[in-house]
């Protein structure tokens, strides 16, 4: 790894990683190039940027402070404005531009396809349908879903950290961990994503080392709107649903124009998940 990306890279951890978060390079070019155009994000293919993810301890490190430090302000989405405060906040001398997994274009165009993204910079593997061989679905649309090697399906996707002016043309890229290499598994997994979210199994599509807690469980089974009142806070008068609720809306890669289409197309997306 680059000198200047490993710099980097130890500085935003030693910052994120004891909250419960991860990060991971990765060049915008990477993500460009499996994407068309309208999908882009907007900086030269060498720009540094780095995928962050939470894991299960985010919940009791950030969430939980974020919470009891917070009661004076006003709160519509506790989680997005946890992970808001620690990735806007806390890095005031970098020149850095953070993409929310659930921020949107005017047009309802999600500003960055965070699974996509995750698995260009290694984090965890994206899989689809075409990564079953002779699938068995006919013509029925069936999401993708991202798998941590270490968390399996018990952690979520929260944004990008771009560095515009920082440029790491030698990045080596890094291929996430393959660990549901077969058939068989890659149907479970997506089968019981699409099919059966609601029971929390396909999470397990490897042994994590950390499950969400039952409280967590709790919290992310519980519809956004009613959250607040779970908290015991004071409700606002609106209740955005983001897409960070919806893991199915972190769409995917276009490799051919008839796929894209329903790459693309929000119909592919399983009922709302109990969380991220």
């Known amino acids: 790894m680059e000198p200047r990306v490993a710099e980097l890279k130890q500085k935003i951890e030693d910052t994120l990683c004891p909250f419960g978060f991860e990060v991971y390079p990765f ?3 990477w993500y460009n190039e499996l994407l068309p155009p309208a999908f882009h994000l907007p900086f030269p293919g060498p720009t540094l940027a780095f995928l962050v993810l939470s894991t299960p301890a985010m919940f009791d490190k950030a969430l939980k402070p974020f919470l009891k430090s917070y009661h004076l302000q006003p709160l519509r989405d506790p989680v997005d404005q946890c992970v808001s405060y620690h990735l806007r906040s806390k890095f005031p001398e970098l020149q850095m531009e953070v993409i929310a997994d659930y921020e949107v274009h005017p047009n309802r165009r999600p500003k960055i396809l965070a699974q996509t993204a995750a698995h260009v910079a290694g984090a965890a593997y994206y899989y689809q349908r075409q990564d079953v061989d002779a699938d068995p679905w006919g013509t029925q649309h069936i999401a993708g879903v991202c798998i941590h090697p270490r968390f399996g399906g018990w952690f979520a996707i929260r944004g990008v950290m771009l560095l515009p002016g920082i440029e790491v043309p030698n990045l080596p890229p890094r291929k996430p961990p393959d660990c549901v290499p077969t058939r068989a598994g890659r149907i479970t997994l997506l089968e019981g994503f699409n099919f059966h979210w609601r029971d929390w ?8 080392e ?3 807690s039952e409280e967590q469980k709790i919290y992310f089974s519980t519809p956004p709107a ?4 779970l908290l ?3 409700q606002p008068s609106e209740h955005p649903i983001t897409t960070s609720e919806h893991p199915s809306s972190m769409l995917t890669k276009p490799q051919n124009s008839s796929r894209s289409r329903s790459w693309l197309s929000p119909s592919v997306s399983p009922p709302v998940s109990p969380g991220p």
């Open 27 to 29: 060049q915008v070019a």
């Open 201 to 208: 199994t396909y999470r397990d599509a490897v042994t994590p």
């Open 232 to 234: 015991g806070l004071a």
């Open 226 to 229: 009613q959250r607040l009142a």
């Open 210 to 212: 950390e499950r969400y």
